[in-house]
């Protein structure tokens, strides 16, 4: 496995600082990528682009490498984790990596009975709904994990100047999994919960929470350059019930890793009434889907925050011409905001042809060229 097109590794800059304890060191080159800049709301060179679920969905070379190992065997093979992390950056130049692995890794490592099932996703074996559920959900430990530490190590050499994005599942979207037992179209499960045991539901969360930072501290100090919170599914909630439900789990998970300094995005999926209420959870950048244009998004969420997004990744199915045109306007809209990353509104959808990313990440690259 090699990287071929990816710029080498550099030494760590005297002027840089030394790195805390256990990460890895920081380059100038890293520090001054598109994307870091554009999540710190610095100039950029060019508008930096990235994908959600830009690694592992149809790319034959993921589909070869992913040959007949079940999908939670292959987040805990380091060299494979690397392998599928590395092809979208390779084939695509988009200027960030995702870290491949799933939100549902964490509850795995902590022993929860679940599976991840080709063309269905997460299922649960046995759903937490009861008190005495809650003692399943032990702490993790950078030990659970050691594959995560070990592929990051393994992954930040490789990548040089292009930044790692770590992630991990908000606590409201793991909830829902745990809860449902799996994917559910309307939460109910979820909401009954939460309506009606208010006082488990916010320990389950803030048991959640825990998790969630724990594993998002691995990451950071393994070297993830940024990391991404993955509410997936919280566009399903009104802004009073986010605030009161919600909010305050995903705010802990935020504080938890303020002071490692490195950008916090937070997305979810139909969130165009919750923009506010996300922006004041505590990251550095909002992630938005398609149904609200950026300079709207922008109003929402106030200033001091960049935005993400948010390209319809349906467009993709369209014509070159119509994807130009649908991406111009999503540029437009983000013309006077204080720090954009390109990226579509939600993941890749699973049959879209791998040239129109490459294609598109040409194309934003070009036209925001300054
Ligand atoms: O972004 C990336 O490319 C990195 C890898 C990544 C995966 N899952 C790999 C994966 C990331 C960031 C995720 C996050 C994730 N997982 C989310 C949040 C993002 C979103 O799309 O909203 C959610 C809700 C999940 C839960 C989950 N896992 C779902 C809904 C699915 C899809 C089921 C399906 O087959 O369509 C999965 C499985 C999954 N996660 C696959 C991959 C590559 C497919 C597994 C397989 O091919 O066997």
């Known amino acids: 496995m090699s990287a071929n097109d990816l710029p080498p590794a550099r030494s760590t800059s005297p002027a840089g600082g030394a790195p805390s304890a256990g990460q890895q060191p920081t380059t100038d080159a890293l520090r001054d ?20 679920r830009q690694a592992g969905r149809s790319l034959p070379e993921y589909l070869k490498v992913r040959e007949g190992v079940p999908m939670l065997e292959s987040c805990m093979r380091p060299e494979l ?3 599928i992390t590395l092809q979208p950056v390779r084939r695509h130049k988009v200027d960030a990596a995702i870290y491949f692995s799933d939100i ?14 080709p063309g269905v996703g997460p299922v649960v074996a046995e759903p937490v709904r009861r008190r005495e559920d809650l003692a399943r959900l032990r702490d993790l430990t950078p030990e659970d994990v050691s594959y995560v530490t070990e592929a990051i190590g393994m992954l930040t050499g490789e990548l040089g100047a292009t930044p790692l994005i770590g992630f991990a599942g908000a606590p409201f979207t793991l909830a829902s999994y745990l809860v449902e037992g799996g994917p559910s179209r309307n939460h109910e499960h979820t909401k ?25 501290k691995v990451q950071i100090e393994a070297g993830a350059s940024a ?25 802990t998970v935020f504080a938890e890793v303020e002071g490692y300094g490195v950008p916090r995005i937070h997305f979810g999926v139909g969130t165009g009434e919750l923009l506010g209420p996300m922006g004041e959870a505590g990251a550095d950048v909002v992630g938005v889907d398609w149904r609200v244009p950026l300079d709207e998004a922008a109003r929402r969420v106030g200033p001091g925050r960049a935005l993400q997004g948010n ?11 119509a994807v130009e045109a649908k991406t111009r306007e999503v540029l437009d809209a983000a013309r006077g905001l204080e720090g954009h990353i390109f990226n579509l ?3 890749v959808l699973p049959t879209t042809d791998p040239d129109a990313l490459t294609r598109l990440t040409e194309y934003v690259h070009t036209r925001t060229a300054r």
Not at 228 to 251: E, H, I, T
Not at 311 to 321: G, M
């Open 192 to 216: 009954a919960l939460m309506y009606g045991d208010p006082r488990l539901w916010a320990d389950l969360l803030d048991r959640l929470a825990g998790i969630t930072a724990a594993f998002l």
């Open 227 to 251: 990391v991404q919170l993955f509410d997936s599914w919280v566009g399903a909630l009104s802004p009073a019930d986010y605030r009161r439900f919600v909010m305050p789990a995903s705010a």
């Open 81 to 83: 984790v690397t392998e």
């Open 33 to 52: 990528s598109a994307f870091l800049r554009a999540c710190r709301r610095e100039p950029v060179p060019h508008t930096p682009v990235w994908f959600m």
């Open 104 to 117: 549902v890794v964490p509850l795995k490592a902590i022993g929860i009975d679940l599976d991840i099932k």
């Open 311 to 321: 390209l319809d990744p349906a467009v993709l199915f369209s014509t070159p011409e």
């Open 345 to 347: 509104g939600h993941g």
